[in-house]
């Protein structure tokens, strides 16, 4: 119940004249509700978690005429308004100091306002105007810059702005607050983090990363009315690099450096041309033929980004619908080729397609092929 005893009442599902009682009449009627009490309301519990930040119990009885209660304690009310301002004051002065690194510049979009960048950090609010906080904080996120937003957030489009090169971490709750992202960001390309016992308050969280190279803004296209989610960005460090391959029956190179021309295979007359420059002088691991069908172990140091190659056509092995449903990104290498020059079938080059994943830790990364294939990985940083 509102104890002021005036209309401000909850407007959402289960409110005075939400559709939902007309649809669960027997609900209705074992409450017990009169929708005449001013100031007395239901809603559902998930609605109650998040939008109210305390719970406080107060032994008093309740006047049921409207206004009596405001009247009895608005001159206290009107008293703690100038300590209420100075704490905002102060939380302001601590926003202005507390901005993350820098690697996201800010939000906007879905009817609300974003708050400024803050760093990231087990046990910070998830909006400064809420009591909601941040529980079981995935490593990863720790020391970037994190944006929330005012509640509610509407359907429509948000826009992240940010500086390049940066991987951006999106958060939201599971279940109907969701905005639809579980369905929007992995169809373009986020991976999904783990993140075990990631909450805000209650309310369980998932977590999808994505690395931005270049561009200054990506916006998401959040379908449902009301979504509980925020970013934290990270410069995209790549001081790790690929270390060893292993499966598919066959022996794995060692690691050697990329470059224009060189061979594909140290065994067979097929090399690399017009490599992208992403990949030049970063680290190579390619395999004997033929790779079979099977589990292709790729071992690597963090934090790294790793490039998969493999050829389009007979010899891609699956190995394409595995990545993109798997939050890797295909880079535009439309020249990329497979050269063999005097075998018959070549031609002037088969062409390659490419993936890149940033990993910001882990070790190791697996990926099941169907059937023989011609594929390899790179490592943008290299000591070599």
């Given at each position: 119940r509102n104890p002021w005893g005036n209309d401000s009442e909850w407007n959402g599902p289960w409110s005075d004249r939400s559709p939902e009682w007309k649809a669960n009449p027997s609900i209705s009627e074992a409450l017990n509700v009169d929708f005449q009490t001013e100031g007395s309301f239901w809603m559902d519990f998930e609605d109650w978690l998040y939008v109210m930040g305390q719970l406080k119990v107060m032994n008093c009885k309740m006047p049921s005429r409207r206004g009596d209660f405001h009247n009895q304690i608005v001159e206290e009310d009107e008293d703690k308004q100038e300590d209420v301002q100075e704490?905002?004051?102060?939380?302001?002065?601590?926003?202005?100091?507390?901005?993350?690194?820098?690697?996201?510049?800010?939000?906007?979009?879905?009817?609300?306002?974003?708050?400024?960048?803050?760093?990231?950090?087990?046990?910070?609010?998830?909006?400064?105007?809420?009591?909601?906080?941040?529980?079981?904080?995935?490593?990863?996120?720790?020391?970037?810059?994190?944006?929330?937003s005012h509640c509610w957030p509407k359907a429509g489009t948000w826009t992240i702005e940010y500086q390049a090169p940066v991987k951006l971490y999106v958060w939201a709750t599971q279940g109907k607050y969701s905005g639809g992202l579980e369905d929007v960001l992995p169809a373009d390309g986020w991976a999904v983090e783990a993140a075990d016992g990631f909450c805000g308050g209650a309310m369980a969280l998932t977590l999808w990363s994505r690395h931005f190279t270049t561009g200054s803004s990506y916006r998401i296209r959040v379908s449902s009315d009301t979504m509980v989610a925020g970013v934290v960005g990270k410069q995209l460090e790549c001081s790790g690099k690929v270390t060893?391959?292993?499966?598919?029956?066959?022996?794995?190179?060692?690691?050697?450096?990329?470059?224009e021309g060189i061979l594909i295979y140290t065994d067979k007359d097929y090399t690399f041309r017009n490599v992208p420059a992403c990949l030049t002088s970063g680290t190579?691991?390619?395999?004997?033929?033929?790779?079979?069908?099977g589990t292709w172990t790729i071992e690597y140091e963090a934090p790294t980004m790793l490039y998969v190659w493999v050829q389009q056509g007979a010899y891609n092995a699956g190995v394409d619908e595995v990545l993109k449903a798997d939050g890797w990104l295909l880079e535009d290498a439309k020249d990329f080729l497979n050269v063999a020059l005097g075998l018959d079938g070549f031609g002037s080059g088969l062409p390659l397609t490419l993936w890149s994943r940033h990993f910001a830790s882990g070790s190791s990364y697996s990926i099941e092929t169907k059937d023989l294939m011609i594929g390899g990985v790179i490592s943008e940083c290299s000591d070599l």
């Open positions: 704490d905002v004051q102060e939380d302001a002065a601590d926003e202005d100091e507390d901005e993350g690194s820098g690697t996201i510049k800010g939000c906007s979009g879905l009817g609300i306002d974003w708050h400024r960048p803050r760093t990231m950090a087990e046990g910070i609010l998830l909006y400064p105007d809420k009591d909601y906080t941040f529980q079981n904080v995935p490593p990863v996120l720790f020391g970037g810059a994190y944006i929330g060893g391959c292993s499966g598919l029956g066959v022996a794995w190179n060692p690691p050697r450096g990329m470059a190579y691991i390619g395999s004997h033929c033929w790779p079979k069908a």
